[in-house]
């Protein structure tokens, strides 16, 4: 037995737990606002670099290596994406239709070509040292 | 001694005959009673964790650990840790981004919420039946969980940035890119265990567990493993806070309360990270139930916590006796090795899992 609920009923829970998120680090700065001392000075707010004054913005360029890993890294999220419909659509029927010894789901394999596809490209991304870290 | 359970029974068909009539009214109620109760337990959790962590690495380096303060086992330096950080001075240093460095522990603290908001905290058994305890038992949970996961790491590296500190910067961008390196692999290892149980939902994964998944795939239990302890950025794989190399990596401006959010942050994190691989892999809640009126009400709930303490020792443990590893060995790791083998564990899955499950069925 179990209560029939609309699904997007669960949503509204997930709205009041990022408010409590927010509110529970806001209330703890709240209270050091009222218990803390405040002696503000120069000293304390500048930034620390190994003892010595900083030299220059901390805001550096970084190397371009790095911006290959992201582009990989979208490529393959978005495989991901592709993948979590294919297991809602596909892989259920599939469990059923595998233990029947010869009635195979087309869907798997085109899915597994797609997955093949990918891994080319990741091996071509590695070959081309596109995933060395700099 | 029968009673109980009817006792209980008819609270349950009360309560669903109220959530048919006001579903709006009995999402509103558990959302508000949920956070409240949730954020309590994963706050008093993580102080838990904080506690066990300082204890068995002392055990493990062969020293007390906390003992000082007082109460036994020194259970109360955790509240004078936190007395320390609340009476501490709130400073921003110059030149930072003030509403980046303001909002990123808020951020941080959003992302547990809503990891902490679907994920079962475990389940009770009344006459017969399992109802488990979750406030959003959403049809792709599991799914929505390992996105939450992944907006601690937006946190870190909003702190990282705004701080307008070199050391900050670097942690932050290596925060980044060992995220990006594990994401991938730990959503395929996500994706295996839900075609295993034909469901994206962690109660029902959790329920088609009749062979554990950490028995069942191998190899996606050991790369889940891996993925999770560099999500949650722990040694050998806290490249972004090495405090040999950057300081204190993305948290080396904050101080003080500030600093004591992100901090308390990852141990949340890192209690709902066990949580998770409990569920996915080690059977959750599931276990023989105690033959005793009342007690077997709970006794899925002490299964669940056993698991989650023995993931915990195991991690602390982890923690304890590896080093750490180079920026570029991390990266290396994640995208020559952790993908292919995930792919390999996908392919099991999909072709061995069928046969296996059916075989322990």
Known sequence: MAAEVPALIYYIPLIIFMIMGAIIPIASLALVKIIAPLRPGRRKISIYEGGLSPIRDARVQYSVQYYLFAIVFVIFDVEVLFLYPWIYVYASKFMESFLVFGSMNIAVFEMLLFIIVLLIGLVYAIKKEALHWV | ?361
């Not at chain 2, 567990?209 to 050998?236: E, K, N, S, V």
């Not at chain 2, 794989?237 to 003080?256: L, M, R, V």
């Not at chain 2, 949340?268 to 959750?284: A, E, K, P, Q, T």
């Not at chain 2, 105690?290 to 982890?318: A, E, G, N, Q, Y």
Request: proline share 4%.
């Open chain 2, 1 to 361: 001694m029968a009673g109980y359970g009817e006792i209980l029974s008819s609270i349950i068909d009360y309560m669903y005959s109220f959530i048919s009539q006001y579903p709006a009214l009995y999402a509103l109620i558990l959302g508000i009673v949920g956070a409240l109760i949730l954020s309590a337990i994963v706050n008093v959790g993580a102080m838990a964790v904080v506690w066990l962590e300082r204890k068995v690495l002392g055990d493990i380096g062969a020293r007390f650990g906390p003992n000082r303060v007082g109460g036994r086992w020194g259970i109360i330096q955790l509240g004078a840790d936190a007395i320390k950080l609340f009476t501490k001075e709130d400073s921003i240093p110059e030149g930072a981004d003030r509403q980046v460095y303001v909002w990123a522990p808020i951020v941080a603290s959003m992302a547990t919420m809503l990891v902490a908001a679907a994920i079962p905290f475990g389940a009770l058994y009344i006459e017969g039946q399992e109802y488990p305890l979750v406030v959003a038992n959403m049809d792709i949970s599991a799914f929505y969980v390992e996105a939450a996961l992944s907006l601690l790491a937006i946190g870190a590296f909003m702190a990282g940035y705004s701080s307008n500190n070199k050391y900050s910067m670097l942690g932050a961008f290596r925060g980044i890119a060992r995220m990006i390196s594990y994401e991938v692999p730990m959503g395929i290892c996500v994706i295996a265990v839900a075609i295993m149980a034909q469901s994206l939902n962690l109660v029902e994964i959790v329920q088609s567990q009749t062979l554990w998944y950490a028995f069942a795939q191998p190899l996606g239990f050991i790369i889940f493993t891996i993925a999770i302890i560099t999500d949650l950025g722990r040694i050998p794989f806290d490249q972004s806070e090495a405090e040999e190399e950057i300081i204190a990596g993305y948290t080396t401006e904050y101080g003080g309360i500030r600093w004591g959010l992100l901090y308390f942050q990852e141990y949340d994190m890192m209690l709902l990270g066990s949580i998770l691989m409990v569920l996915l892999f080690l059977g959750g809640w599931s276990g023989p139930i105690i033959p005793l009126p009342l007690l077997s009400v709970v006794t899925p709930l002490i299964w669940f916590v056993i698991k989650i303490i023995i993931v915990l020792v195991f991690l602390i443990w982890v923690r304890g006796s590896l080093l750490r590893f180079r920026i570029d060995q991390v990266t290396d790791l994640g995208w020559k090795w952790m993908l292919p083998l995930s792919i390999v564990n996908l392919a099991w899955a999909v072709l061995v899992g069928p046969y296996l499950l059916a075989y322990f069925a």
